[in-house]
Nanobody, 128 residues
Framework: VQLQASGGGLVQAGGSLRLSCAAS????????MGWFRQAPGKEREFVAA????????YYEDSVKGRFTISRDSAKTTVYLQMNSLKPEDTAAYYC??????????????????????WGQGTLVTVSS
């Protein structure tokens, strides 16, 4: 599975961006998807995840109410709508896909070891 992330850019605080992650290759498997981010000098952290069906979504506390994860009906593209952006949201954002883990468990979905495939990062910069 290959993942291609896009949609990053420079935005002012309070603005919005929508990230996309397009999957290709072996996309018939039941993959859940996640977004992680890594700010300069910091460890990569979980942002959001969505089940294969799209019926379950999960968010890091700092983005709840501001970010929305979704996926298209073909299950090949995942989106991260980011509203009310803050300077502390500045980071490289990575999408990831995984299967076979208990994603409904907090510790599982937040671990990058629960994801088998990773896209390249897309940079989000929020100016104050």
């Amino acid at each position: 599975v290959q993942l291609q992330a896009s949609g990053g850019g420079l935005v002012q605080a309070g603005g919005s961006l929508r990230l996309s992650c397009a999957a290709s290759g072996r996309t018939t498997s039941s993959y859940y998807m996640g977004w992680f981010r890594q700010a300069p000098g910091k460890e990569r952290e979980f942002v959001a995840a969505i089940s294969y069906s799209g019926s379950a979504t999960y968010y890091e506390d700092s983005v709840k109410g501001r970010f929305t994860i979704s996926r298209d009906s073909a299950k090949t593209t995942v989106y991260l709508q980011m509203n009310s952006l803050k300077p502390e949201d500045t980071a490289a954002y990575y999408c990831a896909a995984g299967s076979g883990r208990l994603i409904w468990l907090d510790a599982v979905r937040k671990s990058d070891k629960s994801y088998d495939y990773w896209g390249q990062g897309t940079l989000v910069t929020v100016s104050s």
